[in-house]
């Protein structure tokens, strides 16, 4: 009888996390639920276990060293290995560069881009030595977009993105895969974590997560699908393979798309 897939995820207390840790479990595989607030992990691993799916919660925070590698030592004492790691716990700003402070910046790219090289280099060499297994880092479609308003956020989720270009690459031949996913706007709680000198915002950020159509259960399952058909770069919506193919191919004409609707908001609000 093979063996169930194990996948640790980070963040997965909330939002996009507990939903990707739910449709894993639903697929069958054992999950470490892994969030800064151990209460939430315990509360997704107890509706999970509710489905007969083998789950553990356990304490992280992704931008302390320490905190990460003892994550690291309690999955492989559990386990004593992994086959997927996502790399998903993150937080929310908004503001223009000009204006963001630097205790913004560097909390930002401490947690959201630091804490996903954190767990590549900790879980990267584990896998590799399997020769087998996969990292899913989850970006934003912010990293790709060049919106205004979101400049150390759009820079940590596009340094997610580049940084798992360069994984990609120092990984091939070796077994393992790696994905990274650019989900836009969706119905979820990040903005609970959200810091701005900004007023207005919050309010245009919060406008924009109402106004979503995807769940976090829908950008689950689509990531999920990317996963198991081996994309690299996973655009899980079609608004948003849209918009990239339209700047990648007419940067121009996206740019004035792009600013465009964010004046129109701007009336509108």
Do not use: Y
């Given at each position: 009888m093979a063996r169930s897939r194990r996948v640790l995820v980070?963040?997965?207390?909330?939002?996009?996390?507990r939903a990707l840790a739910f449709r894993y479990a639903e697929a069958g595989w054992r999950v470490a639920c892994a969030d800064i607030r151990l209460e939430r992990a315990r509360e997704t691993v107890e509706l999970i276990t509710g489905f007969g799916i083998g789950a553990m919660a356990m304490r992280v925070d992704v931008g302390d060293d320490a905190s990460?590698?003892?994550?690291?030592?309690?999955?492989?004492?559990?386990?004593?290995?992994?086959?997927?790691?996502?790399?998903?716990?993150?937080?929310?700003s908004g503001g223009p560069l000009l204006t963001a402070s630097m205790d913004e910046w560097r909390w930002m790219?401490?947690?959201?881009l630091l804490g996903v090289v954190r767990g590549c280099r900790l879980f990267g060499p584990?896998?590799?030595?399997?020769?087998?297994?996969?990292?899913?880092?989850?970006?934003?479609?912010?990293?790709?977009?060049g919106p205004p308003g979101m400049a150390a956020y759009a820079t940590a989720k596009a340094g997610v993105i580049a940084l798992s270009e360069g994984?990609?690459?120092?990984?091939?031949g070796s077994g393992v895969g790696?994905?990274?996913?650019?989900?836009?706007?969706?119905?979820?709680?990040?903005?609970?974590?959200f810091r701005s000198a900004d007023p207005t915002s919050l309010k245009a950020?919060?406008?924009?997560?109402?106004?979503?159509?995807?769940?976090?259960?829908m950008i689950a399952e689509a990531i999920y699908r990317g996963v198991e058909r081996g994309e690299f770069l996973i655009l899980p919506t079609a608004s948003v393979r849209n918009a990239w193919r339209l700047k990648r191919w007419f940067p121009q004409r996206y740019f004035r798309e792009l600013m465009r609707k964010v004046r129109a908001r701007g009336k509108s609000t």
């Open positions: 980070t963040g997965a207390g909330s939002g996009l996390g990460f590698e003892a994550l690291r030592d309690e999955v492989l004492a559990a386990w004593d290995g992994v086959d997927l790691v996502i790399n998903n716990a993150g937080v929310a790219l401490n947690i959201n584990i896998l590799a030595e399997q020769a087998e297994g996969h990292i899913l880092n989850i970006a934003s479609f912010a990293g790709l977009a994984l990609r690459a120092d990984l091939d790696v994905s990274v996913a650019c989900p836009s706007f969706f119905q979820t709680n990040l903005l609970e974590s950020a919060t406008q924009l997560m109402r106004d979503a159509k995807e769940s976090a259960a």
